[in-house]
């Protein structure tokens, strides 16, 4: 594996360069918040490296910005997402409130990929400098694998992944930890005692359903530090299994959002949100849906394949295009990008982008059609005497 | 159409026309113009004040969304906010009974979402021996559905019953002529289509395009085609199709086929405003003139021969040789 | 910005020759939005003196005067704005912003009695210091009123009405997304395509930007096409139906060309 040897050569120097610019933003030293290489607002990770490396440049989720992430059909690959979001705030010590769903949720949250999820324990009590040693090893493993991962997906500005402290070997007292971290859906991650993770019950009797949310995320920000970073998330937006039926009445739900944006900009060095929305519930093509869209700021819509992953025959691993887990699951596509967009910028990148979710990430490339049954046989054709070329002269 | 049939046209409807815009005879009580965003009924009352001034009219303009009101009013009533009985109130103020009138209302949207009002009742009411009303509806902006609970029984007055007509479909049962606008630059650049045997052309919301509310040529400079529905006294219907060139420009109103750019059929002008892409930049010319479109007409083809009674001479082909044709003694054979 | 001037040349005869009472519409979707044509008219309006062409209603005499502005922002706040603006130069002195995404203007109990009180009031302020300032009027997002209140159509069209006969011009900024104007359905969707189509009747020139219609590109933001109203064509600088494209820099730099160029 010599790229990863690569890599690490690589991530040491280059991390130096940018610092000096970096340094005079304050939020640099707090954990999970990065400058955005373009124009250095502070950003945070979603928990999902490809997802960050799509949001426009700025290798991040902008901080004062929500994310809408739109699933068509019954499966819950925004779910996971979503879950990667909430297991970063919590690695990253930020304050995850989460609303409608029940404790439950908060106790699957994805472990740190070869951590053991080990994080509560960390932050309670004075660990030593081995466990520090520790993250910085899988930080290099996952800079690897990332690294490789991203030069090929996207064309972005590859940004100072990780902020390296300038003497990587090392473990001082410096905080180590990454602006993304790597999880594992099949591990827990143990939370912290103390309440990182604050749920928001949503009242189904209430006339408003809305009313006691904002109210309670603004209390929690209000008594937090100031540099205490906060994650809003709201799973399965409208979904009768959370919300009551006068939930997807405009006039609540859209001052609810509307609130919710201006909370964000009144906070917009302290806080994130992102939600999910079900679209076999709420399509893409009612006045509703397009005024819950114009009210986030970074939309995005997974479109999952029709067929399970788990029951199409391997047949085209054996073709070399990779890993069965590499194999796309949906297509994403991007209606609305965070910051650009308000600007006036076009949403989207040039390409199709796929999604596949493993065990261990969800990774968003470009997606191209692996060679099918038919274009093998093209191929066969073409290589016994060249038939189908000739074919097409003719005509 | 045969020419006389044509000329028929030419003279009565055009006749017709001109009387419907000087509102004489008591002719159109009340006329109802349909307009949208594609082409606005704006030219289209310009001619009406136009022609209203000439044979010295009062005009009364009720202007629930106009700013400005059109030059050359005689009274403005701003009725924008108010309740239709106190805007009625001062119209009836503003009318003379001794003068003939003219009473335009800028928009029906108000009248028609009113939650009360009665709205056939109201229009009748306008218009009186000496008025005439022209009224504006956008068939462009929708009306908000009719509730259910307004449907009850006890509240039979109400507009917006599931069970009564939609406030279109009654006024265009209730005015003695109905006006449709049409843009110009798009009704050519949809004959220039059919000529070609190429789909209709769509605009603005009928694009289809996420965002687009305009059409491409949407208040041409040059004029409005106008449609006409008109009822006649005898209860006969006539229907027609107008040009009406801006007021102050050159030229008369006609009927649309004797507009001169609409009724060749090349598309020289049609390119020159850009309604119709710029296509066929070939050098060699692939229209016909006009003496080679007759000729081209004039070629009796074989099966028509061979329709006739004795079935004509079989497989002959007709065809006199034209001094154009380049004979081939050795190749060609006739 | 160097490279590009702030007013893309191709814009500038529709941005600054707005005349007295008109009304000029735009139009975004989800993933094409006008503010930066909105940030344009501001810093051109800002630029051009008071006499505007046309002008003949209001103020009869006396010497051109610097426009103001009163911009009320529905969905972008302040700061936004704020920092948008000093890239392109605008001075905030000569504009009253009212961020009514953070104060939630007409989501209270008064409705919209408070949003035509506050914007009067806005007016009122800019107007007096010399006997009569050309005030401009710049709403953006109203639509998201009309949507979350579910107000009456016609009452909100009323108060534009009114407004705009105490300002010298207005800009409205509406979505027309295909949801929300196409073949409306719920009271939502009639009630917003009833409004764009409305205040579409009455505006001098519609700018409507939209996404590309063959997917996306990396140096196209979006499609913006310019319509001609129902106004009567004058002699003055009359409304030029066009359509080009237009790309947003991730530095706000604006450039603005014909297709094929």
């Given amino acids: 594996m010599s790229f990863r040897k690569r890599n690490v050569g690589l991530a040491g120097p280059s991390s130096a360069p940018p610092s000096p610019k970096d340094s005079p933003v304050t939020h640099a030293s707090v954990p999970g918040v990065r400058p955005s290489p373009l124009d250095g607002r502070p950003t945070t990770s979603t928990g999902t490296q490809t997802l960050d490396d799509l949001l426009a440049g700025h290798a991040g989720l902008a901080l004062g910005n929500s994310l809408l992430v739109e699933e068509n059909g019954t499966t819950d690959f925004a779910g996971a997402l979503l879950r990667y979001y909430a297991a970063e705030g919590v690695v990253q010590g930020h304050r995850v409130h989460v609303v409608g769903v029940g404790e439950q949720w908060g106790r699957e949250l994805p472990g740190l990929v070869g951590g053991g999820g080990a994080v509560g324990k960390e932050s309670g009590s004075g660990v030593g400098v081995d466990q520090e040693k520790m993250k910085i090893a899988w930080r290099y493993e996952r800079l690897g694998e990332f690294g490789t991962g991203t030069a090929g997906a996207r064309a972005t500005p590859a940004p100072n992944r990780n902020p390296v402290p300038s003497s990587p070997g090392q473990s001082d007292s410096t905080v180590t930890i990454p602006f993304c971290h790597s999880f594992d859906l099949t591990k827990r991650l143990s939370l912290p005692t103390s309440g990182t993770i604050s749920f928001t019950a949503i009242s189904p009797t209430a006339e408003n359903p809305f009313a006691s949310i904002l109210q309670s995320v603004t209390l929690a920000i209000a008594s937090s530090p100031p540099n205490t970073i906060h994650r809003l998330i709201i799973p399965t937006l409208l979904s009768p299994a959370l919300f009551p039926p006068s939930a997807s009445h405009p006039g609540h739900l859209l001052p609810f959002l509307h609130s919710l944006r201006a909370l964000l900009r009144h906070h917009s060095t302290r806080m994130s949100a992102m939600l999910t929305l079900p679209l076999s519930l709420y399509p893409r093509s009612t006045g509703l849906v397009r005024w819950i869209e114009h009210l986030c700021d970074g939309v995005l819509e997974l479109a999952p394949f029709p067929h399970s992953i788990d029951v199409e025959p391997p047949l085209t691993t054996s073709s070399g295009s990779g890993k069965a887990e590499e194999k796309p699951q949906g297509m994403l596509k991007i209606h609305k990008l965070p910051v650009l967009t308000e600007k006036g910028g076009g949403g989207g990148g040039g390409d199709d982008l796929a999604f596949s979710l493993s ?12 060679p099918v049954e038919g274009d093998q046989e093209a191929q066969r054709g073409e290589a016994e005497g060249g038939k189908v070329g000739k074919v097409d002269i003719e005509f | 159409m ?39 009924a704006g030219p289209l009352v310009r001619h009406y004040i136009h022609h209203a001034k000439a044979s010295k009219m009062d005009v009364v303009f009720v202007s629930y969304e106009s700013l400005k009101p059109p030059a050359d009013v005689t009274a403005l009533i701003k009725a924008r906010g108010k309740d239709p009985s106190a805007v009625r109130k001062e119209i009836e103020r503003c009318v003379s009974s001794s003068r003939r009138t003219l009473l335009i209302l800028d928009s029906l949207y108000p009248l028609t979402t009113h ?14 021996p000496t008025t005439s009303l022209l009224a504006i509806y956008h068939t462009d902006v929708p009306l908000p559905s009719p509730s259910l609970s307004s449907s009850t029984l006890t509240n039979t007055t109400t507009t917006g019953s599931i069970y009564t007509p939609s406030p ?12 449709t606008t049409h843009s110009f630059s798009q009704m050519l650049a949809r004959k220039r289509a059919k000529e070609k045997s190429r789909p209709d052309p769509l605009f603005g919301t009928d694009e289809g395009k996420e965002g687009v509310l305009v059409g491409v040529g949407a208040n041409d400079k040059r004029g409005c085609v106008v449609e006409m529905e008109h009822r006649r006294k005898s209860g006969r219907g006539v229907e027609e199709w107008f040009f009406l060139p801006e007021v102050n420009g050159s030229g008369a109103v006609v009927l649309l086929e004797d507009q001169e750019l609409y009724r060749r059929s090349d598309d020289r002008e049609g390119r020159s405003d850009g309604v119709e892409a710029r296509v066929e930049l070939a050098t060699f010319e692939l229209g016909l003139t ?9 070629v009796v083809l074989p099966y028509f021969d061979a329709q006739k009674e004795e079935g004509g001479g079989g497989g002959r082909i007709l065809y006199d040789m034209g001094v154009e044709d380049d004979f081939d003694e050795e190749e060609d054979e006739i | 910005m160097p490279s590009q001037p702030l007013i893309p040349p191709l814009l500038s005869p529709n941005l600054s020759a707005h005349p007295c009472t008109s009304l000029t519409l735009l139009t975004s979707t989800l993933g094409a939005t006008t503010n930066w044509l909105v940030l344009r008219f501001v810093c051109a309006t800002l630029k051009s003196k008071g006499y505007g062409t046309g002008h003949d209603c209001h103020i009869t005499q006396g010497d051109p005067f610097d426009q103001r ?6 969905l972008r706040d302040g700061a936004w704005w704020r920092e948008s603006g000093r890239k392109l130069g605008i001075d905030f002195q000569r504009v009253h912003l009212i961020d009514a995404l953070s104060n939630g203007l007409g989501m209270g109990a008064g409705g919209l009695a408070d949003v035509k009180k506050a914007i009067m009031k ?26 979350a209140t579910g107000w009456e159509v016609l009452g909100m069209l009323d108060m534009i009405g009114e407004l705009r006969e105490h300002v010298y011009s207005t800009i409205i900024a509406t979505a027309a997304d295909m949801p929300l104007s196409q073949s409306p359905t719920t009271p939502l969707e009639i009630s917003h395509t009833a409004f764009v189509m409305s205040l579409a009747h009455q505006a001098r020139s519609i700018l409507s930007v939209r996404g590309l219609d063959t997917g996306v590109a990396k140096d196209v933001s979006g499609v913006l096409r310019i319509s001609k109203g129902a106004e009567e064509s004058r002699d003055e600088g009359d409304v030029e139906e066009r359509e ?4 947003v820099g991730s530095d706000g730099g604006v450039k603005v060309f014909e297709r094929g160029a």
């Fill in chain 1, 359 to 370: 065990r261990k990430r969800f990774v968003i490339k470009p997606f191209s059609l692996p």
């Fill in chain 2, 2 to 40: 045969s020419d006389r049939a044509l000329q028929h046209r030419r003279v009565h409807n055009l006749l017709l026309i001109q009387k419907l815009l000087s509102s004489r005879d008591a002719s159109s009580p009340f006329t109802l113009v349909l307009d949208s965003v594609e082409q606005s």
């Fill in chain 2, 115 to 128: 939650p009360s009002l009665p709205l056939s009742s109201f229009l009748s009411s306008l218009p009186s």
């Fill in chain 2, 168 to 179: 279109l479909t009654l006024l265009r049962y209730l005015a003695t002529t109905v006006l």
């Fill in chain 2, 290 to 298: 006009a003496k080679q479109r007759r000729d081209r007409e004039g």
């Fill in chain 3, 69 to 74: 502005i009163v911009l009320v922002s529905w």
């Fill in chain 3, 122 to 147: 806005a007016i009122g302020s800019k107007k007096t210091p010399t006997g009569g300032g050309n005030v401009i009027l710049m709403l953006d997002g109203l639509d998201f009123l009309l949507a």
């Fill in chain 3, 244 to 247: 080009c494209l237009y790309y």
